[in-house]
């Protein structure tokens, strides 16, 4: 099948098989019920489990049938899924409304991989020699302990991944790694809370930014220029560097090191790119190498594993299964993990800005809804925060628990408790119980995964993370979406220029009755 012209899911005859089963299957009087489903099949469990590179994921609590599955998988081979992931893979101009392949995969390839394309041959090449010129300098910048700090300035994908594999890998910091800092916000209290107590001569900024236009960056970089030089810092070519696809805007902005990542690299998808290079001087080559080699891993399943068994393929379907059958709004992703307290936020830019969209690759308006609201915390705190609505709310919401076996510390007593609570809310989730006062009360039957890594390190994190990514790429495949384009970040930016010019001047001209009022009241 052509990838290009492959039918959308709804397109397909499997989706109609899917709704009628969903029907008589999942509604009414005689619904699916997890409880039944286990007490009916002993080898439930069993069946739903799968082995994928540094994971095991149970899926058998959730709200799916073996017909359902298969019916599932049907429909990803009539939506010619796997060719859309074999041009994904081959470096096919996948991202079609900007013309350009999304080479995230192509970063992890080890040296020497065989490519299909001279052409790709020649990408790989270099974004291995600039992989490589990266990893020497962030040896370099530990080693020489010029720096005491390092502050990375960055947003969205140019912030959100290496923020989220520092705390990850936290235990696995160099001893001799320089402090790191992130600055996301362009609200000022984040970068003045961040400088107050640096010396310029022993700071590094980092400037990423794939564009090296977006306002937040450049606000938060201008401001950091300021301050070193108010302070007596000199020589700013050695104090700032930029992470980039556009050396050229950097160069002027007046970095001395530029480290450029390719184009096709999407921003969200980009922390294997230079852009990790903070998580590269904290853990070191080794520990970025394997860092890539997880995800690597993890590509390698995606790309090999029978569909039935490919667990980033499985979970994008669930995802479709809920949000088109079931048409739940959300997921919720709780880990039982202080590492990976950032993973919502991270899931929710990949998710969200991939497929969060209205018309299909083609430009057509889809009939059916997309891109879930992904959310969540850190277990045990978000058991005393939310897990009350997940229980007992009127709203069924999919829980992915994500659970690591051995802990990086040696704390008696915690990890045992830690893991006894998941499992426990997982387990209580589904069973429910039956009492006479309504208050008192709790439904059951209500949908968890369980993501069970051995250990949070370097590669087992670059698989959970490549996971995902290829599992928005199932579903925004299914749905027919362009994954790798954000058209819809773009209004607000334009907005905000012409709002700024109102509070600066206090002129209203050309603005909404409601911003009108607003920038009167803040511009006074
Ligand atoms: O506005 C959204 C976005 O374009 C994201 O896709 C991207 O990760 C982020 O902004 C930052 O962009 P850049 O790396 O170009 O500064």
């Given at each position: 099948?052509?990838w290009?012209?492959?039918?959308?899911?709804?397109?397909?005859p499997?989706w109609q098989a899917?709704?009628?089963?969903?029907?008589?299957?999942?509604?009414?009087?005689?619904?699916f019920?997890l409880?039944r489903a286990?007490a009916?099949?002993?080898?439930?469990?069993?069946?739903?489990?799968i082995?994928?590179?540094?994971?095991?994921?149970?899926l058998?609590?959730?709200l799916?049938d073996?017909q359902?599955r298969?019916?599932?998988?049907q429909?990803a081979?009539?939506?010619?899924l796997?060719?859309h992931?074999?041009?994904l893979l081959?470096?096919?101009?996948?991202?079609?409304?900007?013309?350009r392949?999304?080479?995230h995969?192509?970063?992890?390839w080890?040296?020497?991989?065989?490519?299909?394309?001279e052409?790709?041959?020649?990408?790989h090449?270099?974004s291995?020699?600039?992989l490589?010129?990266m990893?020497?300098?962030?040896?370099?910048i530990?080693?020489?302990?010029?720096?005491?700090d390092?502050?990375?300035?960055?947003?969205?994908?140019?912030?959100?991944?290496p923020?989220l594999?520092?705390?990850a890998?936290?235990?696995q910091?160099l001893?001799?790694?320089p402090?790191?800092?992130?600055v996301?916000?362009?609200d000022g209290?984040e970068l003045?809370?961040?400088?107050?107590g640096?010396?310029?001569e022993r700071?590094?900024?980092i400037?990423?930014?794939?564009?090296f236009g977006t306002?937040?960056?450049?606000?938060n970089?201008?401001s950091?220029?300021?301050?070193f030089?108010?302070?007596?810092?000199?020589?700013?070519a050695?104090?700032?560097?930029a992470?980039?696809?556009r050396?050229d805007a950097a160069?002027?902005?007046?970095v001395?090191?530029?480290?450029?990542f390719?184009?096709?690299?999407?921003g969200r998808t980009?922390?294997?790119?230079v852009?990790?290079?903070p998580?590269a001087v904290?853990?070191g080559r080794?520990?970025?190498?394997a860092?890539l080699?997880?995800a690597?891993a993890?590509d390698?399943h995606?790309?090999?594993?029978p569909?039935e068994?490919?667990?980033p393929v499985?979970?994008g379907?669930?995802?479709?299964?809920?949000r088109n059958?079931?048409?739940?709004?959300s997921r919720c992703?709780?880990?039982y993990?202080?590492?990976?307290r950032?993973?919502?936020f991270?899931l929710?830019?990949l998710?969200?800005e991939s497929n969060?969209?209205?018309?299909d690759?083609h430009g057509?308006?889809?009939?059916?809804?997309?891109?879930?609201?992904?959310?969540?915390?850190v277990g045990?705190n978000?058991q005393h925060a939310f897990?009350?609505m997940?229980?007992?709310?009127?709203q069924?919401?999919?829980v992915?628990?994500?659970a690591?076996r051995?802990?990086?510390?040696t704390l008696?007593?915690?990890?045992p408790?830690?893991?006894?609570?998941?499992?426990?809310q997982?387990?209580?989730?589904?069973l429910?119980?039956?009492a006479d006062?309504?208050h008192?009360?709790?439904?059951?039957n209500?949908?968890?995964?369980f993501l069970?890594l051995?250990r949070l390190?370097?590669?087992?994190?670059?698989?959970?993370i490549a996971?995902?990514e290829h599992?928005v790429?199932?579903?925004?495949?299914?749905w027919g979406?362009?994954?790798?384009?954000?058209w819809?970040?773009?209004?607000?930016?334009?907005?905000?220029g012409?709002?700024e010019?109102g509070l600066a001047?206090?002129?209203t001209?050309?603005?909404?009755?409601?911003?009108?009022?607003l920038?009167?009241r803040l511009?006074?």
């Open positions: 099948m052509d290009q012209n492959r039918p959308r899911c709804d397109e397909a499997a899917l709704d009628s089963h969903f029907t008589a299957h999942f509604t009414g009087d005689h619904a019920d409880r286990f009916q099949d002993p080898d439930r469990a069993q069946d739903f489990g082995e994928a590179p540094h994971l095991f994921v149970d058998s609590r959730n799916i073996r359902a298969t019916l599932l998988v429909l081979r009539e939506c010619g796997a060719e992931r074999d041009a081959a470096g096919a101009h996948v991202n079609n409304t900007e013309d392949p999304a080479l995969p192509l970063l992890r080890p040296a020497g991989t065989p490519q299909p394309t052409r790709l041959k020649e990408i090449a270099s291995l020699s600039g490589d010129e990893l020497s300098s962030a040896e370099q530990r080693l020489e302990k010029r720096y005491d390092v502050v990375h300035i960055g947003i969205g994908g140019s912030d959100l991944g923020r594999a520092l705390q890998l936290a235990p910091v001893p001799d790694a402090r790191l800092h992130f996301a916000n362009m209290h003045a809370a961040v400088l107050r640096l010396k310029p700071t590094l900024f400037v990423a930014s794939k564009s306002a937040e960056t450049l606000r970089a201008t950091a220029r300021a301050w030089e108010a302070q007596g810092g000199t020589d700013l050695a104090h700032f560097v992470l980039t696809a050396p160069r002027e902005f007046g001395g090191r530029c480290f450029a390719d184009d096709g690299v999407g980009s922390l294997w790119s852009i990790g290079l998580v904290a853990i080794a520990g970025f190498e860092l080699a997880g690597h993890m390698r995606f790309a090999e594993a569909l068994a490919n667990l499985q979970l379907l669930l995802d479709v299964w809920y059958f079931h048409r739940f709004g992703v709780v880990p993990h202080h590492g990976l950032s993973l919502a991270y929710q830019q998710e969200m969060g969209k209205r018309v690759a057509r308006p889809l009939p059916f809804d997309t891109a879930p609201v992904v959310w969540g915390a045990s978000a897990f009350q997940l229980h007992q709310g009127t069924v919401v999919p992915e628990f994500i690591v051995e802990p990086a510390h008696e007593g915690h990890q408790r830690l893991l006894a609570n998941a499992l426990a997982a387990r209580a989730l589904m429910g119980h039956v006062d309504a008192r009360h709790f439904p059951g209500r949908p968890s995964t069970l051995e390190d370097a590669a087992s994190f670059g698989a959970l996971l995902n599992r790429f199932t579903s925004g495949s299914l979406l362009n994954s790798f384009d954000q819809g970040v773009e209004l607000g930016k334009r907005h905000a012409a709002v010019t001047s206090g002129r001209e050309g603005l909404d009755a409601a911003t009108a009022g920038v009167r511009s006074c």
